[in-house]
């Protein structure tokens, strides 16, 4: 099914497309777990990859950025208004490999501090690059969870250099203001501490909400980004960071082959076509976007009225509190057909809540929300007896 340009994968398409999110569940069970949409990706992305396969350009990947950095500076300036020096660009093969060698290669030595609940890979990043992490609480309770400024300072005054941000947040959908981000490098400023941003869902700020590039509030932070996430490419493995510092940026040229050299020359031109070709397909995916979470807060209301979503701002990954239904509600949304991601996996203790992917079609929503409906109700309903 086709609508505004976002092309909906049937079941057996996506089985076939999106070998781990539908591939890691059993026949039959609807997949709302990973990050990833069941769309497919944008043509212009489509037909630089044939065209660069027929003309066999599988190769390694150029020195330099290979015209990514002067996509994404365009990107960047047309839907942020951010200008960025396409030298400050450099390539990286995945979002969470950068943010570990910038932890290895640019950050002070120490403690990371990191707000909770996080991408779980967060917590591993710290933990591969011999770290400890220092936790700080958003609370998923609040009306607006918001970044802990007195926790932050605690943890740099104990001697923490390095914070670790996602912008926009997964898993709670937050896009940070102007004034909290420039809270924040005020602080890191006056500690000398370096903050590295992860802005892989940057482009999946919804209608309603405004990002703000935190290079735009702290010169000295390292953002690592990727057109993976919005344009649903994982696989060609092309990311890349931001370094305004050419000091930085020859720390990271140096970096040895074993450290940072498997990004791939498909990546750079997969990135290339969706930060410079694809802002129609964009629009079109907010759009749906959009019409999705106006969709799901509708089906939350018709069938589950105790379910709590988080405003989401950004992504397509809802955070649902569904504690008023099951202790568990993942398991029990599993054993009846659907997965979501439990909501202990980005913080323990959250075992009420679950994140929820919403890329999907609006049919395939609703048959989620039913299964999960009809699950946790007879779920209460047992509990209650
Ligand atoms: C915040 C965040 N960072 C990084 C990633 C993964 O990026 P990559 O596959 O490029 O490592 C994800 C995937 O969902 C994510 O949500």
């Known amino acids: 099914m086709t609508s505004n340009g976002i092309r909906d994968l049937t079941d057996e398409q996506a089985r076939a497309a999106l070998p781990l999110k539908w591939g890691a569940v059993e026949e039959g069970v609807l997949p709302a ?213 050419p000091a930085d940026r020859e720390a990271f040229a140096r970096l040895p082959i074993p450290a940072q050299h498997d990004w791939s020359s498909l990546g750079i031109v997969a990135g290339v076509a969706a930060w410079r070709d694809c802002d129609d397909w964009h629009a079109a995916l907010l759009g749906r976007l959009a019409a999705q979470r106006d969709l799901l807060a509708d089906l939350l209301a018709e069938h589950l009225p105790r379910a709590r979503m988080r405003p989401l701002e950004a992504t397509y990954l809802a955070w649902l509190d569904l504690r008023a239904y099951a202790a568990d509600p993942a398991a029990v949304a599993l054993a009846h057909g659907v997965r979501l991601a439990p909501g202990a996996d980005y913080q323990p203790g959250l075992d009420g809540h679950v994140r929820l992917n919403l890329a999907t079609s609006p049919e395939r929503l609703r048959r989620i929300v039913h299964r999960v409906a009809t699950a946790l109700t007879s779920e209460a309903s047992s509990l209650e007896e």
């Open 33 to 245: 777990w990973v990050a990833e949409m069941d769309y497919h990706p944008a043509e212009p992305i489509e037909e630089a990859l044939v065209a660069a396969v027929r003309r066999g350009s599988l190769g390694y990947a150029p020195f330099g950025s290979g015209g990514l950095g002067e996509a994404f500076a365009g990107f960047a300036e047309r839907h942020w208004g951010w200008t960025v020096p396409p030298e400050a660009v450099l390539p990286t093969s995945g979002v969470m490999t950068g943010v570990r060698l910038a932890l290895e290669a640019l950050c002070p030595p120490g403690p990371v501090v990191v707000p909770l609940p996080c991408y779980p890979p967060f917590r591993d990043a710290v933990a591969v690059t011999g770290r400890e992490l220092v936790p700080v609480t958003l609370d998923p309770d609040a009306d607006e969870a918001t970044l802990d400024l007195d926790a932050i300072e605690a943890a740099f005054a104990a001697g923490a250099r390095t914070f670790l941000l996602c912008s926009p947040h997964n898993p709670l959908g937050r896009v940070w203001t102007r004034d909290e981000l420039t809270a924040l490098a005020e602080l890191a400023g006056r500690y000398d501490a370096r903050v590295v941003a992860d802005e892989i869902h940057a482009p999946l700020v919804l209608p309603g909400a405004t990002f703000t590039p935190y290079l735009t509030v702290d010169e000295r932070a390292i953002v690592v980004t990727s057109a993976s996430k919005s344009f649903n490419i994982p696989a060609v493995h092309g990311a890349q960071l931001v370094l305004l510092d």
